[in-house]
């Protein structure tokens, strides 16, 4: 399976902290995404980024939250004012290629705040 | 909003048998449908996927069927085997109008006793 890979792997903070996740796609292509997963209910989609913008993006995904693809290459997933219901799993998942269907996703950010 | 639903929270099978997860939709525009495996902690797994195109896709031990006028897919894995124990989610998109904004289902946990 292709590789998606995130760090950190944990991340604990306090409340009102900004924190960064990032990610590192599969190379060479344009489609990204985030998505979470809070303790014990449902994968959910965040955001979807394509070719340098945001393409659609959930209610969760409020003013707060911000992707950027810093560098080309890793795509970042920033919350500016953590609060206790921001903890969850963090996962970025990527198309295997530009028109590709199948999504692979990253180990995911476990993401603490206190 | 539940567009992806999978009612049985639990399903355990002993080592051999057949496994049937079943998922059901609502949404009417979800054309591309996938099942991913996960661990706690680590991000989900692709295992296989369907298009609305076709009923049926196979890979290995595992195959997907979909019944689009009942709005209802299963994955069937046979033999199952211990280290199929995971939580599986069946998830959905509707390819027309959110390209890979994937929707997930709640997720059954597997368990396959030796």
């Known amino acids: 399976e292709p590789e998606v890979t995130q760090t950190p792997s944990h991340q604990v903070t306090q409340m009102g902290q900004e924190v960064i996740l990032r990610c590192v796609p599969i190379?060479?292509?344009?489609?990204f995404y985030w998505y979470r997963q809070i303790l014990g209910q449902k994968v959910e989609f965040l955001v979807s980024?394509?070719?340098?913008?945001?393409?659609?993006k959930s209610e969760i995904f409020d003013d707060q939250f911000s992707v950027e693809r810093p560098d080309g290459s890793n795509f970042t997933l920033k919350i500016r004012s953590t609060k206790l219901e921001d903890s969850a799993m963090y996962f970025c998942a990527s198309p295997t290629a530009p028109s590709a269907d199948t999504q692979y996703f990253g180990p995911g950010t476990r993401l603490t705040v206190l | 909003d539940q567009q992806v639903k999978q009612n049985s929270p639990s399903l355990s099978v002993q080592e051999g048998r057949i496994s049937i997860l079943n998922c059901d939709y609502t949404?009417?525009?979800?054309?591309?449908f996938l099942w991913y495996k996960k661990y706690p902690a680590e991000g989900p797994t692709f295992l296989i996927s369907i298009s609305s195109i076709k009923d049926k896709n196979e890979d290995g031990r595992f195959t997907v069927f979909l019944n689009k006028s009942a709005k209802h897919l299963s994955l069937h894995i046979v033999p199952s085997q211990p280290g199929d124990s995971a939580v599986y989610f069946c998830?959905?998109?509707?390819?027309?109008?959110?390209?890979?904004?994937?929707?997930f289902g709640q997720g059954t946990i597997l368990t396959v006793h030796p």
């Open positions: 980024f394509y070719n340098n913008e945001i393409s659609e």
């Open positions: 949404n009417s525009m979800f054309d591309y």
């Open positions: 998830a959905a998109f509707s390819g027309g109008t959110s390209y890979g904004k994937l929707t």
């Open positions: 190379s060479n292509h344009l489609y």
